[in-house]
């Protein structure tokens, strides 16, 4: 991971203290100006000519230090330890940026103070030291809140996000890491910082189209400026990227072309690495080879000690794809003695993993086990879950490989453990990316008074009561998975121990594995049966709570709670009948989903046509499609048929245009129509179903409310046309 760092640090960041470079009456002007100069040209060679910037930041520290100027003192040791992090001088980096931060408190300077913390706390990143690194990022974010520095809060948040996800606390990764598309968004800037950064994020391509869009305008302004310009570089650079990441290679080596002349024309560093990727993803491996030689080249004549292990690291990959193993080997120690050198503890387990890949491929399984197991240890020992599982697969496929297949299913055991538990953590990531967006969109409502606001605080209210009730059902399913986990382990444990007896079982093993499969079965679908039974008893729960209300907006809102639930637990109940856990007969559920809910809410007989063939629909999608016919549903049950004299209420489900049908019809009357004040709770999560299964939605009122939604076929697809 902190090869992609490194990228990040050229542009993310933080700025000198201008504060620490204003005069002081107490000492000679030209003394200051000389040593305001020094630091300023270091900081704008730094990309260009790294040894030159730490000459001329060194020169400032040592004329700083002769001054009787704590505002230049600050300045010099801060701009000297930044250069140290480039380098991966770790330890005196943290050493000059404690010296700067005493004179920061000196002068009561927030700004210095937020700088320097930010600074240690990426020098702690890098070395994975995360405690520390959060601690020193939450000092900044409260230095920089406090002089409202909206930019650097900005970069901070993204920061701790990328150590929240290191350590796998994904809620907390995500509630930070989505501050960087907000300032992709507010800042159009000409580097790719934000935008590496915000692939942790896991943004949509639109995203990407966006920065392509935003690069090419950049270049084209850029060019009626200067032919040449730092600015331009990074705006071709910038192209480059975005066409790698929406999948056009070919467009990012032209980019990259330009941006690769511009350096030349400055005499800065090529971005050679990503020009390298670009030449991989085509397969035009020696090329990306050639890429990554001229890296290692300008990196050892101008650049950092990073920047070649980087550099080292990205040839060896290549090398490795084109099966040179003994040129992988080579450059994959290099980048593990540099990256050992500077303390980079999640970058030497991933090189660790790396060359117990190429091992594996030689067959040389007991040096690639070495490797693993040291590569477990130390991301074990830092606390980077994500290293650690894939230590284990790697160390899972090794051992499969040599036939050690006892010792592989142990090792697979415990992989799936920490899998499951990364994907459960996955759950809450969703989770809080769903309130989070909930809470972008009602930031944008313009509130023009007091009854607004008052308003919009009982929608809020209202909203966090239905993610309570979520989150419960979410949590009694989570300790379900727990009990089938346990049967599945002790299964597991006794199957481990008869591996122990003769080949000459394993056709008895086998008739054991056919059975706990069934047993399995049977558990799963007695899970099912239990969360029904549970959403079956939150439903009662509900209608106690009911009745017991006077209010007729929050009965309102306690029995469309109910019927979402019930919509929810109909779907388990047709799972556990069904001979398949893992489809369900759409059709016969929304015909029971239907009659249900005329029995409870409608005032007149209504005629239903149900208009459904054999899908394909998995469980999580099923609940969504169950919970957008229940909104629909219910709304022209309630309201539509005042005065109809024939009242229908159509579901259909067809192929159109490539796309998977969704339709939802009544012929009520047009009364109870008004997308003027459809701001209700049930038709924005009808929206944002929508938009999480990427759901084109079109509402027609022309002979009563056709509401007809598209998908994808990879969403829910038609089997058969017949039941």
Known sequence: M???????????????????????????????????????????????????????????????????SPYLKQATLYTAAMLNWYNGEHKLG??????????????????????????????????????????????????????????????????MGLVYDQQADFVKAKENLLATVVLKRQHNTYNWSVLRLSDQVGVSSKYYEESLKNAKENVEKLLKESPVSMNLRNAYHNEGMAYLKLGFADSALVAFK?????????????FWVDYAEAYAKLGLLDSAIWCNINAISEATINGTQIGLANAYEVLADAYTAKADYKNALSSYQKALFMQSKMNHKNSRANILRYIAGVFLKEHHYQKALVYTDSSEALARKIGARHAIARA?????????????????????LLYDILIDSLQKGKVQLDLAKLDLYNEVELNKLEISDLNKQKKLAEAKAKNKNLVIILIVIVAIFIVLLLVLNFYRTQKLLSLNKKLNAQQQLIGTQNQELSKSNKE????????????????????SLLSIQQRKLKDSDSIKVLEDSKNRVMAMGLIHQHLYQNTSFAEINFKNYTKELIQVLISTNAYCAIDVKCRIPLLKIDLDNAIFFGLIINELAINSIKHAYKGVLKPLLEVSIFEENNKTALLVKDNGNKEHIDFDKSNSFGWKMVNNICDKLEGQLFADITSGLSVKILFNKSIIAIKSTTD
């Open 2 to 68: 902190l090869k992609h760092f490194y990228f990040l640090a050229l542009v993310l960041s933080f700025p000198i203290n201008a504060t620490a470079l204003s005069f002081n009456s107490q000492i000679p002007k030209k003394d200051s100006l000389q040593v305001m100069y020094l630091l300023d040209t270091a900081y704008s060679v730094k990309e260009i000519d790294y040894k030159k910037a730490v000459s001329l930041s060194l020169k400032a520290l040592d004329r700083a230090q002769g001054l009787n």
């Open 94 to 159: 943290l050493k000059r940026c404690q010296e700067s931060i005493k004179y920061s408190a000196q002068l009561k300077d927030t700004f210095g103070l937020a700088n320097n913390s930010a600074m240690m706390g990426l020098i702690n990143l890098y070395t994975s030291d995360y405690d520390s690194s959060l601690y020193y990022f939450n000092n900044a974010l409260t230095y920089y809140t406090a002089i409202k520095d909206t930019t650097q809060i900005l970069k901070s948040r993204g920061f």
């Open 258 to 270: 330009y941006s690769a002349n511009t350096s030349i024309a400055l005499g800065a560093d090529v």
């Open 392 to 412: 284990l697969k790697t160390k899972f496929l090794i051992l499969s490989d040599k036939g050690d297949y006892k010792q592989a299913l142990e090792v697979k």
């Open 520 to 539: 399995k079965e049977l558990l799963l679908g007695e899970i099912h049966h239990r969360v029904k039974n549970n959403l079956q008893t939150i439903t």
